[in-house]
């Protein structure tokens, strides 16, 4: 899954589900791994040596950051709007976000540097293997992987609205 739809989950998941700092993180972070068990497309559908982000093209690497930064400010001016400003959404939306966002963030900083320590590498290894594969890297296999981003992309959407609706009407 792109970065972007990640911190947009990780956002609305935790606004739906809390109003706790401590909270908000970590329910972005374990939407982020539940996330990647679904069919979903990310840089896996790109042939090497444009598999890892160090490796990719500029095309990619501006694909990728472009992403991301255009569903982060989506998501925090939305939050703005439903929640009136209100700076305990505001926050809890950045905390989910990041939340949602680390693991990858994470995994492509400190890998290298980590991996020799059994417990990064333990969840280096989890975070690649509780992780759906796409087996065919053709683009006529990649229907049901944009269907599911499309459709986070809605139940996100739809989470921050019936938060927002609930807030309303208690
Ligand atoms: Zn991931």
């Known amino acids: 899954m792109l970065g972007g739809i990640h911190f947009f989950a990780g956002a609305s998941t935790s606004i739906f589900l809390t109003n706790n700092y401590l909270l908000a993180p970590i329910i972005g972070i374990?939407?982020?791994h539940l996330l990647d068990r679904l069919p979903h497309l990310d840089?896996?559908?790109?042939?090497?040596p444009n598999d890892h982000l160090s490796t990719a093209n500029m095309k990619v690497k501006l694909f990728v950051f472009g992403e991301l930064v255009i569903l982060t400010l989506f998501t925090l001016m939305l939050t703005?709007?439903?929640?009136?400003?209100?700076l305990v959404h505001l926050t809890i939306a950045i905390l989910g976000g990041l939340g949602g966002i680390a693991p990858d963030v994470f995994t492509i900083l400190f890998k290298e540097k980590l991996k020799k320590f059994k417990v990064f590498k333990?969840?280096?290894d989890f975070h690649?293997?509780?992780?759906?594969?796409l087996k065919e890297k053709k683009?006529?296999?990649?229907f049901l992987p944009i269907l599911t981003e499309i459709i986070v992309l809605i139940a996100s959407f739809a989470l921050i609205d019936i938060a927002a609706s609930f807030i309303l009407t208690h």
């Open 43 to 48: 840089l896996n559908i790109m042939q090497p």
């Open 139 to 142: 683009l006529k296999y990649c």
């Open 128 to 133: 690649k293997n509780f992780h759906f594969k």
């Open 80 to 86: 703005i709007e439903y929640f009136n400003s209100s």
């Open 30 to 32: 374990v939407s982020h």
């Open 122 to 124: 333990a969840y280096f």
